[in-house]
């Protein structure tokens, strides 16, 4: 069953942090040599150009990750433990409890609308108890929020797409966290293109099923002066021929200390140019809860990094 009856049981939230509608909140995931474990999850407002309100949920899938990518504060805190369907259900519960209690007398309470798995941890690497919560989530009933509206997002775990094509979900959202598009950068920004190079994992996205008018999130950190050049979008828009994809170029927010630095944004802005004069289509993704940690690979607590 993809849900238990003690992770139905109410939990209570450790730690809360707000800016502005943005808000982070951890819950307890049992022990690690002593020290607390959470999960950590972000609800993130969003606005249409109707003015319509909604949120995303960010979630996480494990407490730490064992993916090594270089850039990210999750990957510096190894694998510490793998969620149960049960405990990625309940960030979904709190989420909807929290947005229930700031609710303002009188006006309807707006919902979580779509689900992220870009939170703690590599959501393929977790393979069971994730496709278990997603099932739950899009079931009729307690949660109803259609498999269109929730997106995987991995670092490329081939075996998991592979796996995760046999479900027969061709409407669920997957995105690639790319970062580089040649495999000498790659293999050293993220480890596991060693074992699993470009040209691998772009086959994998090319049987991949999924109805028409899915595309693909292929989420690009810019780093500084590492592949945000003319010829690293060059190398982007090759890898991206053929396959039905959106770019998405996410700032990078250094903790301390970090080893690489963002991107300037006029850098960013000439990368974003250059890939949609290639006939990419490409945006650039504000980043919402840079101070909380919570945007893309900046969650996880620092006092459990490896350093
Ligand atoms: S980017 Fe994703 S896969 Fe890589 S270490 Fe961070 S959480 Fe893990």
């Known amino acids: 069953m993809a849900d238990t009856a003690e992770s139905i049981a109410p939990i209570a939230v450790s730690r809360i942090v707000r800016e502005g509608t943005a808000v982070k909140f951890c819950l307890p995931a049992g ?14 407002p969003m606005r249409n150009f109707h003015g319509d309100r909604w949120f995303t949920l960010c979630v996480s899938s494990q407490v730490g990750c064992r993916m090594g990518c270089t850039f990210c504060q999750t990957g510096m805190m190894g694998l ?3 969620l149960t369907s049960g405990q990625i259900l309940q960030q979904l519960r709190t989420a909807r409890e929290l947005l229930r209690a700031d609710a303002t007398d009188g006006l309807p309470i707006p919902d979580i609308r779509n689900i992220v798995f870009m939170g703690m941890g590599e959501p393929l690497d977790n393979f069971d108890a994730v496709t278990q919560a997603i099932s739950a989530m899009a079931a009729p009933g307690e949660f109803n ?34 970062t580089a598009a040649t495999d000498s950068l790659r293999n050293e920004l993220m480890p596991i293109n060693k074992a699993v190079p470009l040209a691998q994992l772009r086959q994998a996205l090319l049987d991949y099923p999924r109805t028409g008018r899915t595309r693909f999130l292929i989420e690009y950190v810019m780093l500084k002066d590492v592949n945000d050049s003319p010829a690293d979008a060059e190398a982007l828009a090759r890898w991206c021929e053929a396959l039905p994809v959106t770019v998405n170029l996410i ?15 006029e850098t960013t802005v000439a990368f ?7 006939g990419i289509l490409a945006k650039r993704r504000a980043t919402i809860g840079q101070p ?7 969650l996880g607590n620092p006092a459990l990094r490896r350093g």
């Open 272 to 278: 974003l140019t250059h890939l949609r004069k290639l």
């Open 31 to 44: 022990r690690y040599k002593n020290q607390l474990l959470e999960t950590e999850s972000v609800i993130i």
């Open 251 to 265: 700032p990078y927010n250094p903790q301390n200390p970090a080893r690489f630095a963002p991107s300037e944004s």
């Open 145 to 178: 929020i259609p498999l269109s509206r929730i997106t995987v997002s991995t670092v490329g775990r081939v075996d998991g797409i592979r796996k995760l094509s046999a479900m027969n979900w061709p409407t669920l959202r997957l995105a690639v966290s790319l």
């Open 80 to 82: 510490l433990s793998n």
């Open 292 to 298: 909380l940690m919570a945007a893309c690979g900046q």
